[in-house]
């Protein structure tokens, strides 16, 4: 293991030396107005397929903050106004003043995605966006605060976008549907044509029921790709409204070369395993009838119960089993394996309560199995994300696409030393080839598994990439 560590760390090192139309608006009151839209965007007597600006501030004054983020990321654009804008602000700072502060800026013609990212940072093309020190609650969220914004114009990429409150519906599953419903509407599209892959930004502990809302519209061979909105206090944007409980999401349309990749950096050994037995909740109580917190410590040799005895800081067992997830493993029917990643901590800090808790839904019967990582192989696998996306649309991983999208697991960016932690954005672009790209980090992931349907899981990446149609 330390050996293949040693190999993965230093091909994170040689790639840093390397681095040198008519559209529909929601309104406030739910109503839809038709708004013509100028689509074609121009430079040098040229049509282009999109105009694409990122931008970034940690001013505290939310005003402030916004008119730097979008002034750095229209900056030299010939559209003021663009189409489409992608906003994620760390947790705790005022996302209905951002929000807010972004419409008077842009008007009701720009369409808004996003939400909250980890307290701890966000990131975009032009780097790593460092904001408070901790995350998980471990202490309050820090004054200091960052916002990324993504702004995209472009006459062959339709973004529709669509949010709900879940308080305002009887369930997670009929609010995820009405948003996923008004996205295809703001798209100015039939609900008959499906989207070519759906952005979504989800409330925390609601994310099964999110999916099955939106495959309830779309079926489960339509991809979604997206995350938990980041925490401690999470936010999903609207159009007009920031949402404690809250879906974000964008339906995307384009002919364009389009690729994407859902997946994590640990190893998979299958050498522990066990069925769980007893679930209360998200608690899982039992795995082979025994509990599972017992069981979880034997398969790793007892490291659990050592570091209790060594610190009281919980941040240390929870960084232990952040390198040791557990994992569901699932077979397509032509017999692909897909691995589905849980982030499991103990019931109490305690550890008086033998039981562990996850961020998903594991059902009793169910088999989990234990895994490992490093950071030197997380942070490697996140930095090849863009190749992989391109490696799946079809586009030369040696060229530039026109944007991309990522959502990052904040326990995965967690364990990854602060000194380090900027090179995620460094090994990003130089796999991206300097492309325009914005990434929250999540507080859960959301993606979709081939041949099988999409899925909610922890410690995952995804990462969606849009190129330019091949010159002829």
Known sequence: M??????????VVALLAGIAAVSYVRQADDQFQLIPQKRIVERSGEAEEAEVGTGWSTKEDPGEAVKEALGMALAGKKSRVPHFAIVFATSGGDTQQILLQLRELLGDKTRIYGGSSDSRGVMTDKGFVKAAETGYGYGPPQRKHALAIM?????????????????????????????????????????????????????????????????QVLGTETPI???????????????????????????????LPMGWTFEAGFDVPDQHSGVVTKVEGRTIAEIDN???????????????????????????????????????????????????????WPKDDSLKSRSFTTSTQIKEGERVY???????????????????????????????????????????????????????????????????FIGPFTWGEQGHFPGMANAHGNLLTGFLVIGERPKK
Not at 168 to 196: D, F, H
Not at 229 to 254: C, D, H, K, N, W
Not at 300 to 323: F, M, N, V, W, Y
Not at 377 to 386: H, K, S
């Open 290 to 344: 025994r509990p599972s917190l017992d069981v979880y410590d034997e398969w790793l040799d007892g490291h659990i119960g050592q570091l209790a005895e060594k610190s009281t800081d919980p941040a240390s067992i929870r960084e232990l089993l952040t390198l040791h997830p557990l994992y569901r493993k699932y077979t397509s029917p032509s017999g692909q394996n897909y691995f589905l990643f849980s982030h499991p």
């Open 2 to 11: 330390k050996k293949k560590a040693i190999i993965v760390f230093a091909t």
């Open 151 to 215: 702004t995209v114009t472009s006459e062959y990429i339709n973004f529709g976008v669509g949010s709900a409150n879940c308080a305002a519906y009887p369930s997670v599953q009929e609010a995820s549907k009405a948003a996923t419903l008004n996205a295809i509407l703001n798209a100015g599209k039939p609900q008959s044509e499906m989207p070519r892959i759906v952005l979504v930004t989800t409330p925390s502990s609601l994310e099964e029921e999110a999916i099955e809302g939106i495959e």
């Open 225 to 255: 790709i997206g995350g938990t909105a980041g925490g401690p206090v999470s936010t999903s944007f609207g159009e007009r409204q920031a949402y404690a409980s809250g879906i974000s999401l964008t339906a995307i349309y384009t002919d």
């Open 370 to 436: 234990l895994c490992h990582g490093s950071w030197q192989t997380l942070l490697n696998r996140i930095g090849n994300l863009p190749r992989k996306a391109k490696l799946n649309a079809g586009i030369r991983i040696d060229t530039k696409p026109i944007l991309g999208i990522g959502y990052i697991c904040a326990g995965a960016m967690g364990v990854i030393p602060e000194s380090e932690r900027e090179k995620i954005s460094l090994l990003i672009n130089h796999a991206n080839n300097g492309a325009p």
